[in-house]
């Protein structure tokens, strides 16, 4: 282990949970560099989309999931606050959001080669002054000895909420049972596979954002993130 191989956060949690945009805050706060690690499965799975358009997952040979995930030309770039996700030069930062490509996501998580192949790309993402990491496995698989783990959560009911919202917000009309159904499923596929299950590291501080403001999660992680972390 290196010094450098420590300064990582990790936020891992269930998805809805705000990571990223914690981690957006926090990231800028320090001047570090982001990883959204679940863009990475999210590319993967609109490439699939793309190349195999209504197969589902399960009836594709593996060695061609992991050959869409071994050649995925992707660059990111931090603007305004947000992240501009490229792939072959091609802003797909909004369509990898829809929640079609985010259960083809899950799927393809689910399979331990493809998990390998984005293993090495996420941790290429460490690069001085530091790295704030989202996902699922950050604390416990990909950067374990990471100076800070996070794990955020909030009950499906009041992700499905803060979605609602959000979709409202943009003129989309789904049902909210709709939304708590479709989170439930992704929690269940994300906690019970056999590789690398949604879960906190064992040496995780745990933060249930069920009652509190985006505000009140920033200030919570960004008070560890000053007692742990030493800033140059
Ligand atoms: O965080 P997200 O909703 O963008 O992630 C989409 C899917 O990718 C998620 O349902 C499971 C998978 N994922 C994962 O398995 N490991 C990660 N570190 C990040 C995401």
Redesign the pocket.
Do not use: H, N, P
């Given at each position: 282990m290196t010094e450098n191989s420590r300064q990582v956060i990790c936020l891992?949690g269930p998805?809805?949970v705000g990571?990223?945009t914690i981690c957006l805050a926090v990231a800028e706060h320090l001047g570090w560099h982001i990883l959204?690690?679940?863009?990475?499965?999210?590319i993967t799975a609109l490439q699939f989309s793309r190349k195999f358009p209504e197969r589902e997952v399960s009836t594709v040979d593996e060695s061609q999931l992991v050959d869409i995930a071994c050649n995925l030309s992707v660059s990111y770039l931090q603007e305004n606050h947000h992240l501009v996700i490229l792939l072959d030069g091609e802003n797909v930062t909004g369509i990898i959001r829809n929640e079609k490509i985010?259960a083809i996501?899950?799927q393809i998580?689910t399979i331990p080669l493809v998990?390998d192949a984005l293993l090495a790309r996420?941790r290429a993402f460490l690069q001085a002054p530091g790295l704030v990491a989202?996902?699922?496995?950050?604390g416990t698989v990909?950067f374990p000895h990471s100076v800070l783990k996070i794990y955020l959560t909030a009950s499906p009911e009041e992700r499905a909420q803060r979605r609602y919202k959000q979709l409202k917000d943009k003129g989309i009309g789904v049902s909210l049972s709709s939304l708590v159904e479709a989170l439930r499923q992704?929690d269940d596929?994300?906690m019970n596979r056999k590789t690398?299950p949604?879960k906190p590291a064992s040496d995780a501080i745990v933060i249930d954002t069920t009652r509190l403001t985006i505000e009140q999660v920033t200030d919570e992680v960004m008070s560890w993130v000053l007692q742990r972390v030493s800033i140059a």
């Open positions: 891992d998805s809805g990571k990223g959204d690690s679940g863009s990475l499965y999210r985010g996501a899950s998580a998990r996420q989202d996902g699922r496995d950050m990909v992704r596929r994300d690398a949604l």
